[in-house]
């Protein structure tokens, strides 16, 4: 397969990456609408759910990206507005999605958590797909790839604007971790999880801690403060505030096992500590080079996998155990 696209466009002015999007959230829309009925929720309410999500989502992303980005626009609002040309941002989609939900459910007293449930495979398909819109439009790419064994798609991809040097294929890499994702909550989540809301946390939990590393190979983060990742600093937080949720919904049954209290508890605010850090411009973190910094967080980002999955697996026993005995 060739590291450059034929072209931006499938034809005529219209765009591949406008296309990918569409199928993307066709998939999206499909498999919750299965969702919708193997969970018995009343008909219709995922495609009425979608005419809200959709625009306020894309709406969300564009202003996520404007507030992050206000240097590109100061000089000229109106761009603001001009979408076509680019500048949405993924996060500010799933934060505004959210609100809308909130608020749909609400109104039609619908289980918040159950619907967040129907959505999050279909949506994890979708950012897989979407990602490779940014390959024909050759961005979304990372670090030089200066060894030449390394030099080849989909490991990096030719940039024309660097004259056609060698970049990290970022976005293969998150559009691989994506449909990982959707993976998993099709077919080992049916089996894994127990409560409303699983699936959704676990899809925030993953979605994070994957981005909170290929975000740190980019070269077009969005920053905070002048040098903040902010994507990697939203992803610390999230990972850590879904980690804690269970070891509070652990408590609440019983006291923390000591495998919990002395080890994991202590290592997720460790981790957690640290890893903000490494997103933080402070400056004897400073001499870290790229590599270092995402090898350090790949770290994180595997001991708090390995965490959640320890935490969730003792409280899904003591569930399991509980109900047992209530039969």
Not at 82 to 107: Q, S
Not at 156 to 182: C, K
Request: charged share 15%; net charge positive.
């Amino acid at each position: 397969m060739s590291s450059i696209p034929y072209s931006r466009f499938l034809f005529g002015r219209i765009p591949w990456y406008s296309i990918l999007i569409v199928t993307g959230m066709i998939l999206a829309i499909l498999l919750a609408c299965r969702e919708e009925r193997r969970k018995a929720l009343p008909k219709d309410t995922v495609i009425d759910l979608a005419l809200w999500l959709i625009p306020c989502g894309i709406i969300g992303a564009r202003i996520y990206y404007v507030v992050f980005a206000w240097d590109q626009f100061r000089d000229d609002l109106w761009s603001v507005f001009r979408i076509w040309e680019g500048g949405i941002a993924i996060y500010g989609g799933i934060i505004a999605g959210l609100l809308v939900l909130l608020i749909f459910c609400r109104v039609r007293r619908l289980p918040p958590l159950l619907l967040c449930d129907v959505i999050v495979p279909g949506l994890a398909l979708a950012q897989s797909i979407g990602r490779w819109g940014n390959w024909f439009n050759i961005e979304a790419y990372g670090l030089a790839v200066t060894v030449p064994e390394l030099c080849f798609f989909p490991f990096a991809l030719q940039v024309p604007a660097d004259g056609y040097a060698w970049h990290l294929a970022t976005f293969f890499y998150e559009s691989l971790w994506d449909f990982l994702i959707f993976l998993f909550l099709i077919i080992a989540g049916r089996r894994l999880f127990l409560r409303k809301g699983d699936p959704f946390f676990f899809y925030v939990f993953l979605y994070a801690s994957g981005r909170l590393v290929i975000e740190g190979l980019r070269l077009d983060s969005l920053y905070a403060a002048s040098s903040v990742r902010i994507s990697q600093l939203l992803s610390v937080l999230l990972c850590a505030a879904v980690i804690l949720r269970y070891i509070l919904l652990l408590r609440k049954q019983r006291p923390l096992p000591a495998s919990i209290r002395f080890c994991v508890l202590p290592a997720v605010l460790c981790f957690s500590a640290f890893a903000v850090l490494l997103t933080l411009p402070v400056r004897f973190l400073s001499s870290l080079n790229p590599v270092g910094t995402v090898i350090l967080l790949s770290v994180y980002a595997l001991m708090m996998i390995l965490c959640l999955f320890a935490v969730y697996r003792r409280l899904r026993a003591q569930e399991v155990r509980h109900a047992d005995d209530k039969a």
